[in-house]
């Protein structure tokens, strides 16, 4: 495939075409990391039966238990009630769970006509999609042709020491503490992303077949773990999700899981904590996130500012996943060389996988909408 530059926002050709990704190993920029395409008993993956009946339940049950915790069940119980105001809906989504009934809100703006494909956005601002915004161009996304799904991640679990109170309590007991290995905030918020898409299967103004979770920074993080989990997701697009997203953990650069841990205790599994005194202990690393996409289609935007999120420690976990697509024939990141850095503000597209180093600080932006929105993301190039 081909390096593809964004010119007026269309995704042009570059000059030279990049060559076929070989094998990442398992030493990256001089780190050691656990290779993906090698099962917990040393045995190597070859073929695409072993990635998906042995190794990818096994990488999950490791992210399960280390690191996002285990996920709400389904409910017991889901609802759908729709008002329609022209071509925006609002859903309020019914959830019971063991524990009780609660509901969140979703959101759906249509285009004129049949949609491309629907963005789904997990969004941690309490954005309004009826008025655009550099965040949240809701007018730029459906003049694509493009359906605009979403919902506020606090309405299914707050961003704080309140995070049960929406739907985690629906299925735990209130009164009681979590386990060390329950999901928290950054898993609600991925297992809210499934529940508006349950909602979009059965609008049939929508393609659900089409549909890509995406998210920036936490929402990031939570983008991938969903697209990670519910095979449905024929994408996920992650914007500078930095630590526990994109980032290689085991980087001594950007936001460290003992930073992250103690800002916000309430993201991820307590296991997790025990991994902030020794990264290299984690007994996975987030490439194997990305490579957990395979062989739906998976984006990564970085910005090369974004000190925090270590847009590095992204690029290299970005090419790290590339060896599990190839099991697909589907391993060529669209990038020139393995150089860092990439050139900015150029969207590099291989057929499942794409990447872009934009340039400037922490932020969604129109730039980074603009890649998103001509990735041809129901298509592979």
């Known amino acids: 495939m081909t390096a593809l530059l964004v010119v007026g926002g269309v995704w042009a050709a570059a000059a030279e075409p990049?060559?076929?990704?070989?094998?990442?190993?398992?030493?990256?920029?001089?780190?050691?990391?656990?290779?993906?395409?090698?099962?917990?008993?040393?045995?190597?993956?070859?073929?695409?039966?072993?990635?998906?009946?042995r190794r990818r339940p096994e990488i999950l049950a490791a992210f399960r238990e280390h690191v996002y915790g285990e996920s709400l069940p389904q409910p017991t119980a889901q609802t759908f009630a729709v008002t329609e105001q022209g071509r925006?809906?609002?859903?309020?989504?019914g959830i019971t769970g063991p524990e009780g009934t609660g509901s969140f809100e979703a959101d759906l703006t249509l285009p004129e006509g049949r949609p491309r494909g629907?963005?789904?956005?997990?969004?941690?601002?309490?954005?309004?999609?009826?008025?655009s915004s550099d965040y949240l161009p809701t007018e730029a996304i459906t003049k694509a042709g493009y359906a605009l799904a979403h919902f506020d991640a606090n309405a299914v679990a707050p961003d704080g020491a309140d995070y049960r109170k929406a739907v985690i309590d629906l299925f735990h007991p209130a009164d009681r503490d979590l386990p060390d290995n329950a999901g928290r905030a950054v898993s609600a918020w991925a297992w809210?992303?499934?529940?508006?898409?349950?909602?979009?299967?059965?609008?049939?103004?929508?393609d659900a077949t089409k549909v890509a979770v995406i998210g920036h920074s936490r929402s990031g993080k939570a983008a991938?773990?969903?697209?990670?989990?519910?095979?449905?997701f024929a994408a996920a697009i992650t914007n500078d999700s930095g630590s526990t997203g994109t980032k290689l953990a085991r980087r001594d650069s950007g936001e460290s899981i003992a930073r992250i841990t103690e800002s916000f205790p309430h993201w991820f599994a307590q296991n997790y904590r025990a991994f902030a005194g020794d990264p290299a202990s984690l007994p996975l690393d987030q490439h194997q996130l990305l490579a957990l996409l395979a062989p739906r289609t998976v984006l990564v935007g970085s910005a090369s500012e974004d000190a925090n999120a270590d847009p590095?420690?992204?690029?290299l976990s970005y090419r790290?996943?590339?060896p599990v697509f190839a099991l697909y024939g589907l391993g060529d990141t669209g990038l020139?060389?393995?150089?860092?850095?990439p050139a900015t503000d150029t969207a590099f597209r291989g057929p499942a996988m794409g990447y872009h180093l934009r340039s400037g600080e922490h932020g969604l932006t129109a730039a980074d909408w603009d890649v998103y929105l001509n990735a041809g993301l129901f298509t592979r190039p």
Do not use: C, N
Not at 336 to 341: E, H, L, N, T, V
């Open 18 to 53: 990049p060559t076929a990704v070989a094998p990442v190993a398992v030493t990256i920029d001089g780190i050691e990391y656990p290779d993906p395409l090698e099962l917990d008993d040393g045995a190597p993956v070859t073929d695409v039966g072993t990635w998906e009946q």
């Open 88 to 93: 925006h809906k609002t859903v309020t989504i």
């Open 118 to 131: 629907t963005f789904l956005m997990i969004d941690h601002r309490g954005s309004d999609p009826r008025a």
């Open 192 to 206: 809210g992303a499934s529940r508006v898409l349950d909602y979009l299967e059965t609008d049939p103004d929508v």
């Open 224 to 232: 991938l773990w969903a697209g990670a989990q519910d095979t449905r």
């Open 312 to 315: 590095q420690g992204e690029f």
């Open 320 to 322: 790290a996943a590339a």
């Open 336 to 341: 020139p060389s393995d150089a860092w850095p």
